[in-house]
């Protein structure tokens, strides 16, 4: 290929980092967000739609260095610097920060794509789809246990099981960096090299903690601490020992055994342990912080992630204002489905073809796709004026279940044609009866 033609090719591919996503994809994205809507609204949730892009300086506030790196920069006409959204939670902080009017508590959802500039990869991409819930305006931990029961639900509805919510607190994990011996001003930065721990390993952890001035026994007795995992009760009782003395990380170990306790009456207790490893990346978490993984996927990564983050409303310019919430990856969430076999026998898209065997049939054929359509049933029918063997074809391929066939001779004495496409049974039913057929 020439050095033109290599250009042309380029220019007319989707930009590093993203992709085309054609029908049967998208049929399966739109099934998992409107299952996982109906969640958010059973339980209260109100939709709320912000730009895509926002101010620089407002992205960057309490993001992290890493997050920062990653967001789309650009300059408008007028030389104003924006930056397209990378996930929705400074939106919603500028929102309630400018909207004091907004009942609490305030339970929103917002769902789209966002964008992070990263190295792109098959399970991460630069731009993709993500589904929030959060609550504005409730301190006590039932509401971060509550947006993890909306998870809970929105997966078992999706008939996804076998996954487990691993939970920590930020004010812990500042405790035990305290304990450990680690220096207290560079709290950040060592959550940000915790949080990398599944991507690097614990030398990769303890050379970054080495470049951070950590002692090599500090750095070491660090990743003791936060390699415990399990049942929240003996381990809780064993931190408690080990901070005795740190208020913050004592404030944290009873919420985090709140929490608890509160799952147990949201139905989700079986699913969550306590991870003492868990960091979570961004700056502007206060206190508990969580992840969401599916049991013997975990090369999927976190499926969903969230946290407590009470400073951000104050830090916009509004009141002092608790917030929690959690957001779902719907992209990862699509593959693990499809991975588990979820989409194999659910029939998305078009259910019914209605196909003329003449081209004078073809309004006929047009009024009937009608009345199904204004009934509730998905229906398609040809407008090329195809034969009808290249009509059954084209049902065939898209996986259609139902053809209703118009032909002359049925259509006189008032019947059409009903084929099986999986069995290949036909019968002729009366045209007034066909809804109650289908």
């Known amino acids: 290929m020439d050095a033109l033609s290599k250009r042309f090719d380029e220019m007319f591919q989707p930009p590093r980092g993203t992709r085309d996503f054609l029908p049967e994809e998208m049929y399966k994205r739109n099934w998992v967000i409107n299952n996982v809507r109906e969640v958010f609204e059973n339980y209260g949730y109100e939709p709320l739609g912000t730009p895509a892009f926002e101010s620089w300086d407002m992205l960057k506030i309490k993001s992290g260095e890493d997050a920062v790196n990653q967001i789309y920069y650009f300059s408008d006409k007028s030389d104003r610097e924006l930056g397209l959204r990378f996930e929705w939670t400074a939106s919603l902080a500028r929102v309630v920060a400018s909207h004091r009017e907004l009942p609490k508590p305030f339970k929103r959802y917002a769902y789209g794509p966002v964008w992070r500039y990263e190295r792109p990869s098959e399970k991460n991409r630069r731009e993709f789809w993500q589904m929030d819930v959060d609550i504005v305006g409730v301190s006590d931990p039932v509401a971060d246990t509550e947006v993890l029961a909306v998870v809970v639900d929105a997966f078992r509805q999706m008939g996804l099981e076998g996954f487990m919510i691993r939970l920590n607190d930020r004010r812990l994990l500042e405790a035990l960096i305290n304990v450990a011996g680690l220096p207290s001003e560079r709290f950040l930065d060592i959550c940000r090299t915790i949080d990398k721990r599944d991507k690097i390993g614990d030398e990769g952890v303890l050379e970054e903690l080495r470049r951070l001035g950590a002692r090599g026994e500090a750095s070491e007795r660090l990743l003791k601490l936060t390699s415990r995992k399990g049942e929240s009760g ?3 009782e064993e931190i408690r020992r080990d901070i005795e003395g740190l208020p913050k990380g004592l404030a944290a170990c009873d919420v985090l055994e709140s929490i608890v306790e509160y799952a147990s009456d949201f139905g989700i207790r079986s699913n969550m342990v306590l991870d003492l490893g868990l960091a979570r990346g961004l700056d502007y978490y206060t ?71 003449s081209d004078r049939l073809q309004s006929k054929a047009i009024e009937i796709a009608q009345t199904l359509r204004r009934a509730g049933i998905p229906t398609e029918t040809d407008l090329l004026r195809r034969g009808l063997s290249k009509q059954l074809e084209i049902a065939n391929n898209r996986g259609v279940r139902k053809v209703v066939i118009v032909g002359e001779r049925e259509l006189s004495e008032g019947f059409v044609a009903l084929r099986d496409m999986e069995t290949a049974e036909q019968r002729n039913v009366k045209l007034e009866s066909l809804l109650e057929e289908l």
């Not at 206190?287 to 996927?297: K, L, S, T």
């Open 234 to 236: 003996e381990i809780l």
């Open 287 to 357: 206190g508990p912080i969580f992840e969401v993984y599916a049991e013997g996927d975990e090369e999927f990564g976190s499926i969903a992630g969230g946290g407590r983050y009470d400073e951000l409303v104050q830090i916009f310019g509004g009141d002092p204002t608790p917030m929690t919430g959690v957001s779902l990856g719907i992209w990862r969430i699509v593959s693990l489905l499809e991975k588990r076999g979820t989409f194999t026998d659910l029939k998305l898209g078009i259910e019914v073809y209605v196909a003329a065997t």
